[in-house]
């Protein structure tokens, strides 16, 4: 029998939109969902697909197996390489061990890439030093220093770094940043940057990926209102942890990482009256119901969702798995 919901305690839930999977994610899921449906199970993944558990385990499931390295891959077995890309070094080792790969690396990191090489081509005056704004060891800044020759990228991890850089010749320089950045944090060292190299050059479009701007900016319009904000992503999700630094910035009495609601611990909610929700790019839907699913069980729950902007953004899934693959290799079986 349902619990009387005059004796449960109030609850206001503040529900921030967008939130939860962005197009780079959705992409590299159904990248290894239609690889196994192509080519069966088992498909190797080196690193996590997205940094999420629930995810992963869902895809190892249906019959992918997670590597983090390709010396974990048998000859002639079918690989995928993360939505956070890799440096060129992987995909030379996977066709010398005739690897057959898909590069699952989410479009708006691969832009990066191109931007970085870009800055160091030709070799000659145009050529510039890279200055990466991002967290060191994080996949996607191994992946996309991994581009260029050692030496060529110099990392920045915070202001600091910014601040007591000492390139080779200022007047040649140029910088990039991981996708997954504060917006704050990461529009701070630039400026920093851009006062002390006035000659620096940056992207032709911001690197920082709509999906984390979005997410920050609709928790920032509901984090002052909340005594506790609940941020669903994992441990390693820099976005995710990026969202729970924007709540108590932005006026969260409290901000909280979660995995999953089994984790909950439910003592944290003694004395909220409103409770902000959000998740990061890499963390699905489904958890944000089932923890509303478990607050109803526990309050008289009033929800109110904020929605600060629509998204409507897609990819294509990458060679060999795109529909003009699929075309071309109709049209090749025809003829």
């Given at each position: 029998?349902?619990?009387?919901q ?27 969902e ?17 940094h ?10 249906k019959g992918?197996?997670?590597v ?7 000859e002639n ?5 993360s939505?956070h890309?890799?440096?060129?070094s ?10 057959l790969?898909?590069d ?5 990191v ?13 070799g ?5 030093h890279?200055?990466?704004i991002g ?6 800044v ?8 050692p030496?060529?990228?110099t ?25 997954t ?25 911001e ?10 900016s ?8 909340c ?7 994992a ?8 969202l729970r ?13 979660l995995q999953?609601?089994?984790d909950?611990?439910?003592s ?5 009256k ?5 998740a ?21 729950l ?13 990819f ?6 795109s529909?003009k ?11």
């Amino acid at each position: 029998m349902a619990a009387d919901q005059s004796a449960k305690p109030a609850l206001r839930l503040l529900l921030a939109g967008p939130r939860g999977f962005c197009a780079g994610v959705d992409r590299a899921i159904r990248v290894v969902e239609e690889a196994l449906r192509r080519f069966g199970a088992p498909v190797y993944v080196r690193h996590e697909i997205v940094h999420n558990r629930t995810v992963v385990e869902a895809l190892e499931a249906k019959g992918a197996i997670f590597v983090e390295e390709l010396d974990e891959v048998p000859e002639n077995a079918h690989v995928i390489f993360s939505a956070h890309g890799v440096p060129k070094s992987v995909p030379v080792e996977a066709q010398r061990r005739n690897l057959l790969y898909v590069d699952a690396t989410c479009p708006l990191v691969s832009k990066v890439h191109r931007e970085a090489e870009r800055h160091f081509a030709g070799g000659g005056p145009e050529q510039r030093h890279i200055l990466m704004i991002g967290h060191t060891g994080h996949p996607e800044v191994v992946g996309t220093m991994g581009q260029l020759p050692p030496g060529a990228v110099t990392l920045i991890n915070d202001a600091e770094e910014a601040r007591t850089v000492q390139p080779r010749d200022p007047k040649r320089l140029a910088f990039i940043t991981q996708t997954t950045l504060s917006v704050d944090d990461t529009a701070e060292i630039v400026d920093i940057l851009r006062k002390r190299f006035p000659h620096i050059e940056g992207p032709r479009r911001e690197d920082i990926c709509y999906a984390t701007t979005n997410r920050q900016s609709a928790l920032k319009e509901v984090a002052h209102e909340c005594d506790l904000v609940i941020v669903f992503g994992a441990p390693n999700s820099s976005n995710s942890q990026r969202l729970r630094e924007v709540a108590e910035r932005s006026g969260a009495r409290k901000a909280i990482l979660l995995q999953k609601p089994a984790d909950m611990d439910w003592s944290l909610l003694k004395g909220v009256k409103t409770l902000g929700i959000t998740a990061g790019a890499s963390a699905p839907e489904a958890l944000v119901q089932e923890m509303i699913a478990e607050l109803r069980q526990r309050y008289n729950l009033e929800t109110e969702e904020r929605i600060s902007k629509e998204e409507h953004i897609s990819f294509f899934l990458p060679p060999p798995l795109s529909r003009k693959d699929n075309k071309d290799a109709k049209d090749a079986k025809a003829g």
